[in-house]
T-cell receptor, first 111, second 117 residues
Framework: LAKTTQPISMDSYEGQEVNITCSHN???????ITWYQQFPSQGPRFIIQ???TKVTNEVASLFIPADRKSSTLSLPRVSLSDTAVYYC????????????FGTGTRLQVTL | DAGVTQSPTHLIKTRGQQVTLRCSPK?????VSWYQQALGQGPQFIFQ???????QRGNFPDRFSGHQFPNYSSELNVNALLLGDSALYLC????????????????FGPGTRLTVT
């Protein structure tokens, strides 16, 4: 699986937009980009997945440039409840593939 | 519709003992994966079960074994416990019949917190 690099931590105020960038220079043609969110003492939760360009759902947006060597998770107007660890994963999928998590980005949202 | 459930929630064991953790997948899911998450680290893949067989395995010793039952539920067994086995053990389920073949969406349970003393 392609190795990913993301910031260890980020801080934000409530109501701001937060962008977390993930670098994956060795991404392969068949690889997808997936983001998970994890709250303390809970299992990770799927946020969004994309292959190229932009993907948006009710929770977040995922921006992927043409070269696909990086991606940006965008969280609009964060609230205190968005305080969590965010993981960027890259890899080929078939049936349920094994997920390789890094150390993630710890987002702290304050008033 | 119940999501992924795991039992027990917490467990305390002594070095050298054996432990069994249980997982029931989300309704309609047929694949179960197990992960170990040490404090401050991301989850690490242990193994995956589909059709009652181990399909993939991560870099974990043979002390870690598992089983999947006909109803798709699964067990994780760890023998000869070490202090380093203390972690949050997560179960994730998914379906081989997902509409999007590229989807990586796995549903995780709340985990079992294992403490080895």
């Amino acid at each position: 699986l392609a190795k990913t690099t993301q910031p260890i931590s980020m801080d934000s105020y409530e109501g701001q937009e937060v962008n977390i960038t993930c670098s994956h220079n060795n991404i392969a043609t068949n690889d997808y980009i997936t983001w998970y969110q994890q709250f303390p003492s809970q299992g990770p939760r799927f946020i969004i997945q994309g292959y190229k360009t932009k993907v948006t759902n009710e929770v977040a947006s995922l921006f992927i440039p043409a070269d696909r060597k990086s991606s940006t998770l965008s969280l609009p107007r964060v609230s205190l409840s968005d305080t969590a660890v965010y993981y960027c994963l890259v890899g080929e999928t078939g049936t349920a593939s094994k997920l390789t998590f890094g150390t993630g980005t710890r987002l702290q949202v304050t008033l | 519709d119940a999501g992924v459930t795991q039992s027990p929630t917490h467990l305390i064991k002594t070095r050298g003992q054996q432990v069994t953790l249980r997982c029931s997948p989300k309704s309609g899911h047929d694949t179960v994966s197990w992960y170990q998450q040490a404090l401050g680290q991301g989850p690490q893949f242990i193994f995956q079960y589909y059709e009652e067989e181990e399909r993939q395995r991560g870099n974990f010793p043979d002390r870690f074994s598992g089983h999947q039952f006909p109803n798709y539920s699964s067990e994780l067994n760890v023998n000869a416990l070490l202090l380093g086995d203390s972690a949050l053990y997560l179960c994730a389920s998914s379906s081989t019949r997902q509409a999007n073949p590229g989807s990586w969406e796995q549903y995780f349970g709340p985990g079992t917190r294992l403490t080895v003393t």
